[in-house]
């Protein structure tokens, strides 16, 4: 079937985004800094952010592998 | 002014449709006149298309979302329409002139900001089977990233005849069916619009095309699917629903690495063969995009190449609905 690599691309980038909301969920939604007074909220705002760019950024190399693996040989024929 | 949901849904939905359907051939003779057209490089004989088609869409949109706007009076509409409307003046100076491959994404982060302005959007991200994160002060950075994605992805899938409207409207309908999924029926309202206006432009837009989008248009189209993502709290089930757009985008700037306007592209990722069929090119330097994986396993028409992202679009749409369900559903 014509295209069936991308269907497959598609369902893992799907899986991949219901498993990146698990780890958002439950790992790092309940992280909580305590001990630097008023300095607290910026804290745990900037290391949940930052935890989270690095999530995406691992998402990005994870498709990017992924990409290559499945298409690779396709393009280069 | 009370009425029911389902009334004021058709009524919109008519005025989207009809807005469009008789504004486009009105646009395409204004076009044609000023000589306002640019060739249709996909066929074999020398096909001028007018283009911008953005003002009839915008019409479509403003006309239906107004009319929606006295029956329900609510910040989430007028929020749609004012960053859909800006959306619209930055894809219409980048029709009217050559601007850096950086400007639109940039002008399109301006024009989220009244989302934010109005106060129209839940600062919570809600994910399928997990529940929600409350991200008070980084979903005011995702609102000014998402409108920006979701224009430039519409804008970049917009390469062959009928592609960008017919995939919008797949993708529009489909998020129209999650938010009634979800229960929230006035978002809803106000995304049925965006199906509509996208498929009485397809009937100029499909192969053989008489007018193009233009940026003009597919900027609007792809801003408003965001707007409505954001405020209809959205924002994982329209990107799902995008995925093969998204696909295309990311393909293109993981082999560019850099954002830079399809213009500026020094390989074309399609070449012809002598029948006119399209084919991958074997060219190293060229950008890798979903038309250049659909190719790769040998030519096809423009049509069928189109027939192909639909596909992709109903799968994803598809899988987008499943996704509604999954929400608010914890294991």
């Known amino acids: ?77 | 002014m009370m009425m029911d949901r389902p009334i004021i849904g058709i009524i919109i939905s008519v005025i989207a449709f009809v807005t469009v359907y008789f504004t486009t051939p009105l646009l395409i003779k204004a076009l044609a006149k000023r000589n306002m057209v640019v060739k249709d490089y996909n066929k074999p004989q020398t096909i001028m298309v007018p283009r911008p088609g953005g003002p009839s869409i915008l019409a479509g949109i403003l006309v239906s979302e107004i009319t929606l706007y006295v029956f329900l009076q609510s910040v989430e509409i007028l929020a749609i329409i004012i960053t859909t409307s800006l959306a619209f003046f930055v894809g219409l100076a980048d029709d009217r002139k050559v601007l850096g491959g950086w400007f639109k994404p940039l002008a399109l982060a301006v024009a989220a900001v009244p989302i934010i302005l109005l106060g129209a959007y839940v600062p919570h991200l809600e994910f399928p089977l997990f529940g929600m994160v409350k991200i008070p002060e980084l979903y005011l950075a995702l609102i000014i990233f998402i409108i920006p994605i979701t224009g430039n992805t519409i804008n970049s899938i917009d390469v062959l005849n009928g592609v960008a409207s017919g995939f919008m409207t797949i993708a529009s309908f489909a998020l129209t069916i999650c938010l009634v999924v979800i229960h929230n029926y006035d978002v809803a309202l106000a995304s049925l619009p965006l199906g509509f206006v996208s498929l009485a432009f397809y009937k100029y837009h499909k192969v053989p095309s008489k007018i193009f989008p233009g940026d003009s248009g597919a900027l609007t189209l792809g801003a408003m699917y965001g707007s409505i993502a954001i405020v209809g709290h959205v924002e994982i089930i329209a990107a799902i629903a995008l995925l093969p757009a998204v696909i295309n985008s990311f393909l293109f700037l993981s082999s560019v690495k850099r954002i830079i306007e399809h213009r500026q592209i020094k390989a074309n990722p399609v070449v012809h063969t002598e029948d006119f069929k399209l084919q991958a090119t074997t060219d190293k330097a060229a950008p890798v995009t979903l038309v250049r994986l659909i190719l790769a396993q040998g030519p096809l028409t423009e049509k069928e190449v189109g027939f192909i992202i639909f596909k992709l679009g109903l799968f994803s749409a598809a899988l987008a609905i499943i996704t509604s369900f999954m929400m608010g559903v914890k294991p």
């Open chain 1, 1 to 77: 079937m014509r295209g069936l690599p991308i269907f497959a691309y598609i369902s893992v980038m799907w899986i991949l985004i219901i498993i990146g909301g698990g780890l958002l969920v439950f790992i790092i939604a309940p992280i909580s800094i305590t001990g630097y007074g008023k300095l607290d909220h910026i804290l745990d705002s900037g290391v949940k952010a930052v935890i989270s760019i690095s999530l995406v950024v691992a998402w990005i190399f994870i498709m990017s592998k992924i990409k290559n693996w499945i298409f690779q040989r396709k393009v280069s024929h």
